[in-house]
C-alpha cells in the first residue's frame, strides 16, 4: 500500500489551471491511495520579474497579463475558499472510497502572519503546509527559480542555496502556522545542470539547522518527490530527533499524483519511518 498523498495542488491553485480534483481523485482510486490532501496555493507575496519573463508568463497563459501591476511586480490571484471547499464537497460525495483532505500551501507565512491567519480562519483545512519559494535580495522580493536564471554577479548557485536555508530558518522559528514543512530542497529544482551535482554533504551545517528547528517544534517534515528527496536529508531528520514525515507528490495533473512514492516509502523506511496508527497517518520514527 502507497502511503497517503498529503500534497497535490487541482484547478484551485493558480499555477494549476490544468489540475483537476476530480480527476486527482479518481487516479488515487486506481492507485489504492489510502487518502489524497488537495493543498492549494496561498501566495501573499509578490515578486520581481526580470521584463523577458514578465513576457514569458504572458505568452504561455495570457490571462496572467492581469496579475501583473504597474511597476511589473507579480502579484498571485488570491484562493477561492468557498468555491474550493465546495469542490471538495462534490469530490467526497463523488469518491465515497477515498479519503479527501482539505489544505493549504502557505507560502511565506513568517511574513505573511496576519494574512495567513485569516485564510486559515476562513475554512477547516486539514494539512497546513509551510512553504518558501521565494527571496529578498537587495530589497526585491525573487522566485527562487528565476534567481537562478538571472545570477546577480555576487552570488553563485551555492550561495542561493544558503540564503534559501537561512530564511527557511527564520520561517520555521517564526511561523507556527504550519505543521508540515514542504520541499526543503526547493532551491535545487533550478540548480543549474551546468555545474556541478548538488550534494547536500555541502550544506550540512545548514539543513541539519533548519531540521532541529522543526524537530525542537514538534513538527513533520514532508519528503516530496517532484525532486526526490536527497536520502541523506531523511537520515538527518532521523538523527535530528524528527518525529514523523509525510509523503507529497506535489502534483499539479491528475498523473503526477503519488509519483515516486515507492521509492520514497522505501527510503524513508530505510531511514527509520514506518507507517502510523493508521493509513492515512503520517509515517512515524521507528522505535
Ligand atoms: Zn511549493
Ligand atoms: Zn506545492
Not at 35 to 56: N, Y
Not at 68 to 97: H, T
Not at 98 to 109: A, D, F, H, M, S
Not at 150 to 162: F, G, K, N, Q, Y
Amino acid at each position: 500500500m502507497l502511503p497517503a498523498d498529503d500534497h497535490t495542488h487541482s484547478e484551485w491553485s493558480w499555477d494549476a489551471a490544468a489540475g483537476s480534483m476530480e480527476g486527482s481523485c479518481r487516479r488515487a482510486v486506481e492507485l489504492g491511495l489510502p487518502s489524497i490532501a488537495f493543498t492549494e496555493h496561498v501566495d501573499l507575496v509578490r515578486w520581481v520579474l526580470p521584463p523577458e519573463e514578465r513576457a514569458q508568463w504572458i505568452a504561455r497563459r495570457p490571462h496572467r497579463a492581469a496579475w501583473f501591476g504597474e511597476d511589473g511586480s507579480l502579484g498571485l490571484p488570491p484562493l477561492d475558499v468557498a468555491g474550493y471547499l465546495n469542490g471538495i464537497e462534490r469530490c467526497r460525495q463523488r469518491f465515497p472510497e477515498l479519503r479527501i483532505l482539505t489544505g493549504v500551501e502557505l507560502g511565506e507565512p513568517h511574513w505573511f502572519a496576519e494574512g495567513s491567519r485569516q485564510v486559515l480562519a476562513g475554512g477547516h483545512f486539514q494539512r497546513v503546509l509551510g512553504s518558501l519559494h521565494s527571496l529578498e535580495i537587495d530589497g526585491a522580493c525573487w522566485i527562487v527559480d528565476a534567481l537562478f536564471r538571472h545570477m546577480p554577479e555576487s552570488l553563485t548557485p551555492a550561495d542561493i542555496v544558503r540564503l534559501y536555508l537561512g530564511e527557511l530558518l527564520r520561517m520555521v522559528q517564526a511561523s507556527g502556522a504550519f505543521e508540515v514543512l514542504t520541499h526543503i530542497d526547493y532551491p535545487i529544482r533550478g540548480w543549474p545542470a551546468a555545474t556541478t551535482a548538488f550534494e547536500p554533504a555541502a550544506f550540512e551545517g545548514e539543513f541539519r539547522t533548519v531540521l532541529g528547528a522543526l524537530a525542537r517544534s514538534d513538527r513533520v517534515l514532508e519528503i516530496n518527490t517532484r525532486l526526490p528527496l536527497h536520502p541523506t536529508i531523511v537520515r538527518w531528520w532521523h538523527e535530528a530527533g524528527g518525529a514523523a514525515v509525510s509523503f507529497g507528490s506535489d502534483a499539479h495533473l491528475p498523473e503526477a499524483v503519488a509519483g515516486g512514492f515507492v521509492e520514497a516509502a522505501q527510503m524513508a523506511a530505510a531511514a527509520g519511518f514506518r507507517p502510523g496508527r493508521s493509513l492515512h497517518d503520517f509515517w512515524v520514527r521507528t522505535p
